[in-house]
């Protein structure tokens, strides 16, 4: 009798104990029901194609696709892709990854963004390391800022050969998708219809070369902005209109005062949901 009261004794101890931690983050399934890392995994290593959406300033989103990278990669072949790189630059990336050029020229013949060093250089040396393919997927900037000022068809305008880094035009659009049309409401007066389709060029484009870089039996992870692939839009609407027979997957990253339970809006926005306290430290 008295083992048993001491081992309850002990139980509770501990439980009171966990409870005093604070969690940076829980991850969730779509439904809002808490689930392991260990799980995520599992089901990840089953997938073709994996969307990460991350919060572009997020230390946890960073080295939690640090982690799925390495913990995936050890289960499956893995060909890496980010909206971070834009297509125009694919060939000093590949240079970079064959280690035929060093850091130095790799910083100054590529267009990174301010944050590269801390929070995508370690995805792009653990390919480089892997020796994995990476996809620089996103649309010149350049050609996305045209679209935001005269639309889809603005892009004629460019020279034929700098087209081979945008998708093929001209691409499938939908502006009753909610994701742009909350785009629009969300800037209004600021480039009207043309502001979604900017949105969309780019997702397109992401879409067409994660499909151009995907191997079949490898996993395809890709990294981007949470917008631009939560509620299965975005990227995830051009994969499944190209290549629906492909098993596909979403990562989201959402923030919460209270993350001990996930709020009804943040539900059913991805397969697995990343929820960070809102008081996490940014990286900018």
Same mark, same amino acid.
């Given at each position: ?5 001491? %081992?309850? +004794? ?17 991850? $969730? ?47 499956? =072949? ?9 297509? @125009? /630059?694919?060939?000093? %990336? @590949? +240079? $970079? ?17 301010? /944050? ?6 370690? %995805? ?24 935001? &000022? ?8 460019? #020279? ?32 009207? @219809?043309? %502001? #979604? ?5 780019? =997702? ?8 151009? $870089?995907? &191997? ?7 990294? /981007? ?12 609407? $051009?994969?499944?209109?190209?290549? #629906? ?40």
């Amino acid at each position: 009798m008295k083992k048993t009261f001491l %081992l309850l +004794l002990l139980s509770v101890f501990i439980n009171t104990i966990s409870a005093q931690q604070k969690a940076a983050y829980i991850l $969730y399934n779509s439904k809002g029901k808490k689930v392991s890392y260990k799980k995520m995994i599992r089901v990840l290593s089953e997938k073709d194609i994996v969307l990460f959406g991350e919060f572009h300033n997020n230390p946890i989103s960073h080295w939690l696709e640090l982690s799925v990278a390495k913990d995936c990669g050890g289960l499956r =072949d893995l060909v890496l892709g980010a909206e971070m790189f834009e297509q @125009d /630059n694919q060939q000093a %990336l @590949d +240079l $970079y990854l064959q280690g035929k050029i060093n850091d130095k020229e790799f910083d100054s013949s590529v267009r990174l963004w301010k /944050n590269y060093n801390t929070d995508y250089a370690p %995805l792009v040396k653990y390919a480089r390391e892997r020796k994995l393919s990476f996809a620089a997927s996103n649309i010149p900037r350049r050609y996305a800022a045209i679209v935001a &000022k005269g639309g889809f068809e603005a892009l004629d305008t460019i #020279p034929l050969e700098q087209k081979a880094w945008i998708a093929p035009l001209p691409i499938a659009y939908d502006p009753e998708l909610p994701g742009y049309k909350k785009i629009k409401e969300m800037l209004p007066g600021h480039g009207g @219809d043309n %502001l #979604p389709k900017a949105q969309a060029i780019k =997702d397109a484009t992401m879409a067409h070369f994660i499909l151009q $870089y995907f &191997k079949p039996g490898s996993l395809f992870i890709h990294y /981007n902005g949470a917008y631009h692939s939560e509620n299965y839009e975005g990227i995830v609407w $051009y994969l499944k209109k190209q290549q #629906p027979g492909l098993k596909y997957a979403t990562i989201t990253t959402v923030s919460q005062k209270d993350i001990s339970s996930l709020s009804a809006e943040n539900k059913y926005k991805a397969d697995f949901i990343i929820c960070v306290d809102q008081e996490m430290t940014t990286t900018y």
